[in-house]
Nanobody
Framework: RGDLMESGGGSVEAGGSLRLSCAIA????????LGWFRQAPGKEREGVAS???????TYTDSVQGRFTISKDHAKSILYLQMSSLKPEDSGMYFC???????????????????WGQGTQVSVSS
């Protein structure tokens, strides 16, 4: 719907870093459960990280300690700082905003979630 737009993807070598950004067009979406998700070819979409209204963050085990999710209300942007990247981190990364009240830590957005178009991340070994 154009409310979310990702950027910052690219190709890096293993061990490198990238910072993904998600521009959020409607300010009220910043108060929803926000998250980053990724999908590799032939695999199901996977929840990577989430941040709720109170800035409580959750990470999937495989990125814990390497990725950091944050949001900037002044700029209306959601970030995902990715460090120590591995080839298995490759995929299309999507940001989402979920207006349905629920447990943001589950990394499982509802059918009413808003989604961006995605940005590609490729990590070579």
């Amino acid at each position: 719907r154009g409310d979310l737009m990702e950027s910052g993807g690219g190709s890096v070598e293993a061990g490198g870093s990238l910072r993904l950004s998600c521009a959020i067009a409607r300010y009220n979406l910043l108060n929803f459960c926000l998250g980053w998700f990724r999908q590799a070819p032939g695999k199901e979409r996977e929840g990577v990280a989430s941040i709720d209204l109170f800035a409580t963050t959750t990470y999937t085990d495989s990125v814990q300690g390497r990725f950091t999710i944050s949001k900037d209300h002044a700029k209306s942007i959601l970030y995902l700082q990715m460090s120590s990247l591995k080839p298995e981190d490759s995929g299309m990364y999507f940001c989402a905003a979920d207006p349905t009240p629920g447990d943001c830590t589950r990394l499982s957005p509802s059918d009413d979630a808003y989604w961006g178009q995605g940005t590609q991340v490729s990590v070579s070994s």
